[in-house]
């Protein structure tokens, strides 16, 4: 039913109460969905979306990384601290070289799924 503000109003409170109970018992808790609201402001930055992607397609040193995007390693190296601590990517030495990858299988899931539903 549409009010005269036109808002839409249930004529019953809770007329589908099964449906509200089964979904309420399903949620999460407000911290992990909060965790989940965190994960995804991550990837509301074209910065860190481009290096998952550079990631996504080979492991990359910070300089070969800085020289693809046309960015000063200072930025890829601030923007990978915050992909590391959401657990995004995950780093390797060689020596003196850090190799960054993404860090496991959901990352690369997420981002395929993403370039997909964007592209339809």
Do not use: W
């Amino acid at each position: 039913m549409i009010d005269q503000n036109g808002v839409e109003r249930c004529e019953f409170i809770h007329a589908h109460e099964e449906i509200v109970k089964k979904v309420n018992e399903q949620m999460p808790d407000d911290e992990i969905l909060y965790d989940l609201a965190e994960l995804f402001k991550i990837f509301g930055d074209s910065t860190r979306i481009k290096i998952l992607y550079v990631l996504f397609e080979s492991e990359m040193c910070v300089c070969d990384i800085a020289q693809l995007l046309n960015m000063t390693q200072s930025a890829i190296s601030h923007q990978l601290r915050a992909l590391k601590q959401s657990k995004l990517v995950k780093y390797r030495r060689d020596g003196k070289t850090v190799f960054y990858s993404l860090a496991d299988s959901h990352v690369r899931t997420i981002l395929g799924q993403g370039m997909e539903h964007v592209a339809e």
